[in-house]
């Protein structure tokens, strides 16, 4: 988008937005406990706030993850608009995006916002779990860089990042690394995140009996729903923060991006499970950003939002729920979750840089389809694995500075 598009983009949410949906930014007690003197306009509803766990902080439903946005005027409109949280992470546009929020909030109350950000441990190429080596000094490296792209002497919540069995939550080199942080005062609160599995590793989460908070996948396209929201309850009986994401269960419907999915709906979907603490969509224009902060107002689906979910067909779109009942399918033993996530940020998300990077992160080399003359593979989604494989590994053979 054009700077001259995007200041008439702003200022029409400027003069839409803060005027008939949200109230004026959060005041410094929010983060103790209190509900903050947000200003009701007209005959708007109030915010709705949560809890969010043993934290204590008291947020509104929707926060802003931060992944795909590269512009601070609408990180620092959705400040002002009464976002409180705002999710990062240490690889997010390979760090320039904690970059890009250090300088929005810098001369910001301190107490007025929260700031969550994601480091991995070491991990193994092939699996994705945690390598048997991990260190906690290449952690603690990480979060070094983070605090100092961030300008910050804390941050608010520190997660391991991507997690994705319960065992790896009870990981000891992690665990020692997350305590050693918070004790030190340089994370407040700790937390995991996870992408698959996640009941699973919601469960481990609350055995271990450590972390501050989850950082959990969770929409309409789970077809382990169930599970998973009873996964999340037995968390929050226990105490632990629960923030929602991939909400927006891969933003279209298609690759061509002519069929958006309903994104009040999904959102919505999520949050009326009254367990979860808040959301963290990644809206990336003010529109998006507009409708999101309604739903902070008014949870209730209306007639047209229940349909567009399409609730009783849970074939297609964009979203991979990382079932892993591909994997055993699959003769080459391909990474079909991650290269599914891959093509869900590249198609979904048009983030080509964060798809570039996972994909180059994968053990799959050349065409790893070629000697298939079909594909074995039948998707829970019903995907064409194959042609959405052979797509995005295309991004393989981009050079790692093509994006730079």
Known sequence: MSR???????????????????????APGILK??????????????????????????????????????????????LDAGIVMLDTAWGYQRGKNEVMIGKVIQGRPRDSYVIATKVPGDRDRG??????????????????TSLERLGL????ILFLHGVRRGADAH??????????????????FIGLTTHQSEPEVIRAAVEAGVYDVVLTAYNFRKDYIDDLRQAVREAAAAGLGIVAMKTQAGVYWDKEKT????????????????????????????????????????????????????????????????????????????????????????????????????????EVKGNPCGSCAGCAVTCARRFDVKDR????????QLPEDYFA
């Open 4 to 26: 001259t598009a995007c200041g008439i983009q702003r200022r029409r949410f400027l003069k839409l937005g803060l005027t008939g949906i949200a109230g004026v930014g959060a």
């Open 33 to 78: 406990g209190g509900t903050g003197p947000y200003r009701q306009v007209g005959t708007q509803r109030p915010v709705i706030h949560r809890t969010l766990g043993k934290t204590g902080y008291k947020l509104p439903v929707v926060s802003m993850g931060v992944m795909n946005a590269d512009n601070p005027a609408l990180v620092a409109a959705a």
């Open 127 to 144: 699996t994705g779990y945690l390598a048997p080596d991990t260190s906690p000094e290449n952690f603690k490296a990480k979060f070094d």
């Open 153 to 156: 002497e804390h941050v608010d």
């Open 171 to 188: 990981s000891e080199p992690m665990i020692e690394a997350l305590q050693d942080e918070k004790k030190r005062g340089r994370a407040r």
């Open 259 to 362: 069929e958006p999915i309903n994104m009040t709906a999904a959102l919505k979907y999520v949050l009326q499970d009254p367990n979860v603490h808040t959301a963290i969509p990644g809206f990336t224009t003010f529109d998006q950003m507009q409708l999101d902060l309604s739903v902070m107002q008014d949870l209730t689906f209306t007639e047209q939002e229940l349909t567009d979910l399409r609730l009783d067909d849970q074939s297609g779109g964009l979203y991979c729920q990382a079932c892993e009942r591909c994997l055993p399918q699959c003769p080459q033993q391909l990474p079909i979750p991650d290269m599914m996530r891959g093509y869900m940020y590249a198609h979904g998300y048009r983030n080509w840089e964060a798809a570039h990077d996972l994909i180059a992160s994968l």
């Open 389 to 396: 494989i052979q797509d995005i590994i295309r991004l393989k």
